[in-house]
């Protein structure tokens, strides 16, 4: 009876590890790069209130902490069309493993390469960089106290999601035009 208990542990030793390397060598390929970038472009997207494009691939490279790496994002201007906000040449970022199982994502080592930013002013008053409003709804959400919060006051922009991040820029330009 103890044999048989070691070879069902063995068996299930192996599967397991078989899996887990079958799941790394998927999230490492390069031939997922582009559904992993539409995955971050739309996170992205949600999370700063704007679109993303993300016209690279995306790498991620496991441990405890997730190395992502993007390359070629694109951030369109909302209110001037035919204009890019931002361009930036690759972006990378650390994710915890255990906040992202845990659901609570928070960037850390966030680094900009080749970024160009351009603000905007035409000839109307439109600037490149504004955002289009986020309506508040009409059903007031609860708080962590029970109480229910003034939705004009909730934000849900990049400054919520950028809150306390040092981002390393390098080899990069800012326009300013008005």
């Known amino acids: 009876m103890l044999t048989w208990m070691r070879r069902v542990a063995v068996i299930l030793t192996s599967l397991l590890s078989f899996t887990l390397i079958v799941v790394w060598l998927l999230l490492s390929s390069s031939l997922f790069a582009t559904p992993r970038a539409d995955l971050t472009a739309r996170f992205l997207s949600s999370k700063l209130g704007r679109s993303v494009e993300i016209n690279g691939g995306v790498s991620v490279k496991l441990s405890p902490t ?3 790496s ?3 994002l694109t951030l369109p201007s909302q209110s001037m069309a035919d204009v890019s ?4 040449g690759s972006v ?3 994710v915890a493993l255990d906040d992202l199982l845990a659901g609570h994502i928070q960037l850390y080592n966030l680094q900009a390469n080749a970024a160009r930013i351009e603000l905007l002013v035409d000839q109307n008053g439109a600037k490149s960089w504004a955002a289009t409003e986020i ?3 009409s059903v ?3 708080g ?11 934000k849900r922009n990049a400054t ?8 390393q820029f390098s080899n990069s330009n800012l326009v300013y035009q008005d």
Do not use: M, V, W, Y
């Not at 906000?85 to 930036?88: G, K, M, S």
């Not at 109480?147 to 909730?154: E, G, H, K, V």
């Not at 919520?160 to 981002?167: G, K, S, T, V």
């Open 66 to 68: 997730l190395h992502i």
């Open 140 to 142: 007031p959400a609860i």
């Open 85 to 88: 906000f931002a361009e930036i």
């Open 135 to 137: 309506k508040p709804t």
């Open 160 to 167: 919520d999601f950028l809150a306390d991040q040092r981002i």
């Open 70 to 72: 993007a390359e070629g």
């Open 92 to 94: 990378q970022f650390d």
């Open 144 to 154: 962590n106290s029970g109480l229910a919060t003034n939705p004009s006051t909730q």
